[in-house]
Protein backbone atom coordinates (compact mmCIF):
# COMPACT_ATOMS: atom_id res chain seq x y z
CA UNK A 1 0.00 0.00 0.00
CA UNK A 2 1.37 3.82 -0.99
CA UNK A 3 1.88 5.73 2.15
CA UNK A 4 3.47 7.90 4.07
CA UNK A 5 4.40 6.69 7.55
CA UNK A 6 5.61 9.01 10.76
CA UNK A 7 6.48 7.98 14.37
CA UNK A 8 5.89 8.11 17.02
CA UNK A 9 1.83 9.41 16.52
CA UNK A 10 1.95 11.21 19.78
CA UNK A 11 4.83 12.40 22.01
CA UNK A 12 4.80 14.22 25.08
CA UNK A 13 8.16 15.76 26.07
CA UNK A 14 9.79 18.54 28.03
CA UNK A 15 11.98 21.75 27.34
CA UNK A 16 15.07 21.19 25.94
CA UNK A 17 15.57 17.36 25.00
CA UNK A 18 16.43 16.64 22.04
CA UNK A 19 13.83 15.07 19.47
CA UNK A 20 13.47 13.41 16.26
CA UNK A 21 10.30 12.45 14.41
CA UNK A 22 10.58 10.27 11.68
CA UNK A 23 8.73 10.15 8.01
CA UNK A 24 9.42 7.53 5.21
CA UNK A 25 7.36 7.39 1.69
CA UNK A 26 7.47 3.85 -0.23
CA UNK A 27 6.30 5.89 -3.71
CA UNK A 28 9.61 6.60 -4.83
CA UNK A 29 8.76 10.63 -4.78
CA UNK A 30 11.50 13.13 -5.23
CA UNK A 31 9.52 15.57 -3.20
CA UNK A 32 9.59 15.30 1.13
CA UNK A 33 8.14 18.19 3.52
CA UNK A 34 7.32 18.95 7.00
CA UNK A 35 4.49 20.67 7.96
CA UNK A 36 2.63 22.43 11.37
CA UNK A 37 -0.75 22.29 11.42
CA UNK A 38 -2.47 25.10 14.40
CA UNK A 39 -5.58 25.94 15.46
CA UNK A 40 -6.22 29.42 13.25
CA UNK A 41 -2.83 29.47 11.37
CA UNK A 42 -3.24 26.52 8.95
CA UNK A 43 -0.78 23.99 7.78
CA UNK A 44 2.50 26.31 7.21
CA UNK A 45 6.09 24.68 5.93
CA UNK A 46 8.82 23.71 7.59
CA UNK A 47 11.25 22.73 5.73
CA UNK A 48 11.06 20.72 1.89
CA UNK A 49 13.10 18.57 0.06
CA UNK A 50 13.48 18.04 -3.62
CA UNK A 51 15.51 15.26 -3.52
CA UNK A 52 18.31 13.28 -2.01
CA UNK A 53 20.99 15.79 -0.02
CA UNK A 54 18.83 18.64 -1.17
CA UNK A 55 17.02 20.50 1.55
CA UNK A 56 15.34 24.42 1.91
CA UNK A 57 14.05 26.09 4.64
CA UNK A 58 10.05 26.84 4.34
CA UNK A 59 8.15 29.57 6.30
CA UNK A 60 8.70 28.38 9.65
CA UNK A 61 12.61 26.84 9.72
CA UNK A 62 13.97 28.27 13.14
CA UNK A 63 14.12 25.35 15.37
CA UNK A 64 13.82 23.02 13.24
CA UNK A 65 16.24 20.76 11.09
CA UNK A 66 16.05 17.96 8.81
CA UNK A 67 18.23 15.54 6.78
CA UNK A 68 17.59 13.73 3.03
CA UNK A 69 20.64 10.92 3.07
CA UNK A 70 18.02 8.16 1.42
CA UNK A 71 15.00 8.57 -0.46
CA UNK A 72 12.30 7.60 1.01
CA UNK A 73 13.09 9.00 4.83
CA UNK A 74 12.67 12.96 5.97
CA UNK A 75 13.58 13.18 9.34
CA UNK A 76 12.54 16.13 11.05
CA UNK A 77 14.97 17.04 14.48
CA UNK A 78 14.25 19.06 16.81
CA UNK A 79 17.90 19.78 18.87
CA UNK A 80 16.28 21.95 21.75
CA UNK A 81 12.35 21.95 21.63
CA UNK A 82 10.47 24.33 23.52
CA UNK A 83 6.70 24.97 24.18
CA UNK A 84 6.04 27.08 21.40
CA UNK A 85 6.90 23.64 19.62
CA UNK A 86 3.84 21.90 20.57
CA UNK A 87 1.62 21.47 17.84
CA UNK A 88 0.67 18.89 15.26
CA UNK A 89 3.10 17.96 12.32
CA UNK A 90 2.60 16.04 9.11
CA UNK A 91 5.11 14.76 6.68
CA UNK A 92 4.02 15.13 3.00
CA UNK A 93 5.04 13.78 0.13
CA UNK A 94 4.69 14.11 -3.76
CA UNK A 95 6.28 13.26 -7.54
CA UNK A 96 8.31 16.23 -8.60
CA UNK A 97 6.18 17.40 -11.27
CA UNK A 98 2.96 16.74 -9.87
CA UNK A 99 0.83 18.86 -7.20
CA UNK A 100 -0.58 15.76 -5.33
CA UNK A 101 0.72 15.33 -1.94
CA UNK A 102 0.60 12.54 0.21
CA UNK A 103 -0.01 13.69 3.53
CA UNK A 104 1.26 11.00 6.78
CA UNK A 105 -0.84 10.50 9.69
CA UNK A 106 0.43 13.36 12.00
CA UNK A 107 2.62 13.58 15.44
CA UNK A 108 0.93 15.66 18.23
CA UNK A 109 3.96 17.04 20.06
CA UNK A 110 3.67 18.63 22.86
CA UNK A 111 6.60 20.22 24.86
CA UNK A 112 6.24 21.04 28.40
CA UNK B 1 -2.30 40.06 4.83
CA UNK B 2 -1.99 36.04 4.59
CA UNK B 3 -1.49 35.08 1.36
CA UNK B 4 -4.81 32.75 1.06
CA UNK B 5 -7.68 33.60 3.25
CA UNK B 6 -10.42 30.97 4.49
CA UNK B 7 -13.19 30.90 6.65
CA UNK B 8 -12.98 28.58 9.25
CA UNK B 9 -16.82 28.23 10.15
CA UNK B 10 -17.67 26.13 11.74
CA UNK B 11 -20.68 25.25 9.12
CA UNK B 12 -22.92 22.98 9.85
CA UNK B 13 -26.24 21.59 7.08
CA UNK B 14 -28.77 18.84 7.03
CA UNK B 15 -28.21 15.74 4.88
CA UNK B 16 -29.01 16.58 1.34
CA UNK B 17 -28.32 20.43 1.13
CA UNK B 18 -25.47 21.70 -0.96
CA UNK B 19 -22.69 23.21 0.54
CA UNK B 20 -20.09 25.76 -0.91
CA UNK B 21 -16.93 26.22 0.68
CA UNK B 22 -14.49 29.67 -0.31
CA UNK B 23 -11.11 30.36 -0.16
CA UNK B 24 -9.80 33.85 -1.03
CA UNK B 25 -5.97 34.83 -2.28
CA UNK B 26 -3.44 37.62 -2.70
CA UNK B 27 -0.73 36.14 -5.18
CA UNK B 28 -1.81 36.35 -8.67
CA UNK B 29 1.04 33.80 -9.31
CA UNK B 30 -0.59 31.24 -8.05
CA UNK B 31 -1.29 28.71 -11.15
CA UNK B 32 -2.72 25.22 -9.35
CA UNK B 33 -5.75 25.35 -7.08
CA UNK B 34 -6.59 22.10 -4.56
CA UNK B 35 -8.81 21.26 -1.82
CA UNK B 36 -7.78 18.53 0.49
CA UNK B 37 -10.61 17.08 3.64
CA UNK B 38 -9.19 16.21 6.60
CA UNK B 39 -11.03 13.80 8.78
CA UNK B 40 -10.26 14.12 12.45
CA UNK B 41 -6.84 12.57 13.69
CA UNK B 42 -6.28 12.13 10.01
CA UNK B 43 -3.74 13.52 7.74
CA UNK B 44 -5.12 15.89 4.87
CA UNK B 45 -5.86 14.07 1.22
CA UNK B 46 -6.74 15.61 -2.27
CA UNK B 47 -10.12 15.99 -3.12
CA UNK B 48 -9.64 17.87 -6.45
CA UNK B 49 -7.24 20.17 -8.24
CA UNK B 50 -7.41 22.55 -11.25
CA UNK B 51 -5.44 24.70 -13.24
CA UNK B 52 -7.34 26.95 -14.92
CA UNK B 53 -10.31 29.30 -14.39
CA UNK B 54 -13.44 27.86 -14.42
CA UNK B 55 -15.34 24.87 -13.17
CA UNK B 56 -14.48 21.06 -12.50
CA UNK B 57 -17.09 18.08 -11.77
CA UNK B 58 -15.98 14.73 -9.90
CA UNK B 59 -19.32 13.44 -8.70
CA UNK B 60 -20.57 15.07 -6.25
CA UNK B 61 -18.01 17.84 -5.87
CA UNK B 62 -17.39 21.04 -7.78
CA UNK B 63 -14.41 23.07 -7.79
CA UNK B 64 -14.85 26.76 -9.38
CA UNK B 65 -11.79 28.91 -9.88
CA UNK B 66 -11.87 32.57 -10.89
CA UNK B 67 -8.47 33.67 -11.30
CA UNK B 68 -9.63 37.46 -12.09
CA UNK B 69 -11.36 37.95 -8.66
CA UNK B 70 -8.45 35.22 -6.86
CA UNK B 71 -11.24 33.32 -5.60
CA UNK B 72 -12.06 29.43 -5.74
CA UNK B 73 -14.81 27.56 -4.47
CA UNK B 74 -15.84 24.27 -3.57
CA UNK B 75 -19.67 23.16 -4.04
CA UNK B 76 -20.94 19.57 -2.50
CA UNK B 77 -24.32 18.58 -3.76
CA UNK B 78 -26.43 16.05 -2.02
CA UNK B 79 -24.09 16.32 1.23
CA UNK B 80 -24.01 12.78 3.21
CA UNK B 81 -22.73 12.55 7.27
CA UNK B 82 -19.46 11.14 5.80
CA UNK B 83 -19.04 14.29 4.26
CA UNK B 84 -17.93 15.95 7.69
CA UNK B 85 -14.36 17.08 8.15
CA UNK B 86 -12.05 20.08 7.62
CA UNK B 87 -11.83 21.07 4.21
CA UNK B 88 -8.65 23.20 3.32
CA UNK B 89 -8.16 25.04 0.11
CA UNK B 90 -4.42 24.81 -0.95
CA UNK B 91 -2.36 26.71 -4.05
CA UNK B 92 0.87 26.79 -5.55
CA UNK B 93 3.16 28.88 -6.89
CA UNK B 94 5.51 28.36 -10.39
CA UNK B 95 7.85 27.09 -7.43
CA UNK B 96 5.92 24.50 -6.54
CA UNK B 97 5.56 26.10 -3.09
CA UNK B 98 2.00 25.45 -1.51
CA UNK B 99 -0.06 27.90 0.79
CA UNK B 100 -3.05 26.46 2.62
CA UNK B 101 -5.98 28.33 3.69
CA UNK B 102 -6.89 27.74 7.70
CA UNK B 103 -9.71 25.21 6.51
CA UNK B 104 -13.62 25.05 7.31
CA UNK B 105 -15.16 22.95 9.56
CA UNK B 106 -17.89 21.06 8.06
CA UNK B 107 -20.65 19.12 9.70
CA UNK B 108 -23.41 17.06 7.70
CA UNK B 109 -26.51 16.51 10.01
CA UNK B 110 -28.24 13.41 9.39
Known amino acids: EAQVTQNPRYLITVTGKKLTVTCSQN?????MSWYRQDPGLGLRQIYY???????DKGDVPEGYKVSRKEKRNFPLILESPSPNQTSLYFC???????????FGPGTRLTVL | QKEVEQDPGPLSVPEGAIVSLNCTYS??????FMWYRQYSRKGPELLMY????GNKEDGRFTAQVDKSSKYISLFIRDSQPSDSATYLC??????????FGTGTSLTVIP
Open chain 1, 92 to 102: ASRRASYNEQF
Open chain 1, 27 to 31: MNHEY
Open chain 1, 49 to 55: SMNVEVT
Open chain 2, 27 to 32: NSAFQY
Open chain 2, 50 to 53: TYSS
Open chain 2, 90 to 99: AMSDPGNQFY
